[in-house]
């Protein structure tokens, strides 16, 4: 598809490195649990989203006891389940020229992923496991979302806890009840990336801070803002430091 790696690691903020691992199929490679899942998703929807979309489903449909260590968040076997669809993926769809793994895997390292190094991840992570919500898995979603839209990283968790009870009650990826519920995401991811980049550039929401979102988000609850803050402020800001 002519897709380089170069291109890819921009919109992903992901490592080169741990790019061309996941296009030779060595994804022991990749940082353990819910950051190896992020990484080849996030690779799959830059490449296709409908294959985005089947490795999304598989993953929803393989989550059942024994797979899963709810505990640490991780699966005891990371990277068997990723062997059919990312087998070959690259060669038949997105791999880079020897050129361009050249160039890549020889420049200076770009500036860390927010996920890995960031113990804001975990602090999501253990914040919807308190309420027993599906959307610790997305955290990384989360913070690349709000970095890369300049939005305080606890408010679309904030929206989702009011909205869809954390992702319990969400239809269609659509955990934010976007357009009064009636929009319709290809995913979950999908749905945090847009809604980020709604409240960054449109000009119903663009330049105002926190309160003015939450406010012109449901204009109609005067309440809203002060409901949504709630679960905002049980995520605790000091671990905004990013561990280097």
Known sequence: MGISLAAIEE???IRAEYLVAIEEGQFEKLPDGIYRINYLTQYA?????????RLNEM?????????????????????WWANPYFSGLAMA????????????????????NPCPADNRCDALVNFFKKYGSPLGKYAGDFLMAADKHHLDWRLLPGISMVESTGGKFAHNGNVFGWNSGRARF????????????????????????MQGILRQYNPARNAYPKKVMRF????????????K
């Open 45 to 53: 929807g830059q490449i296709d989203t409908e294959i985005a979309d």
């Open 11 to 13: 919109q992903t903020k």
């Open 59 to 79: 993953l929803r449909e393989w989550h059942t006891p024994g797979c899963l260590d709810e505990q640490g968040w991780s699966f005891k076997r990371p990277y």
């Open 186 to 209: 290809k995913s979950i991811s999908a749905g945090i990336h847009y809604v980020a980049a709604q409240f960054a550039n449109s000009s119903i929401y663009a330049g105002k801070d």
């Open 232 to 243: 905002i402020e049980q995520i605790p800001v000091e671990v905004a430091e990013v561990t």
């Open 93 to 112: 769809l997105a791999f880079a020229s020897p050129i361009s793994l050249m160039a890549q895997t020889t420049a200076a390292q770009p500036p860390p």
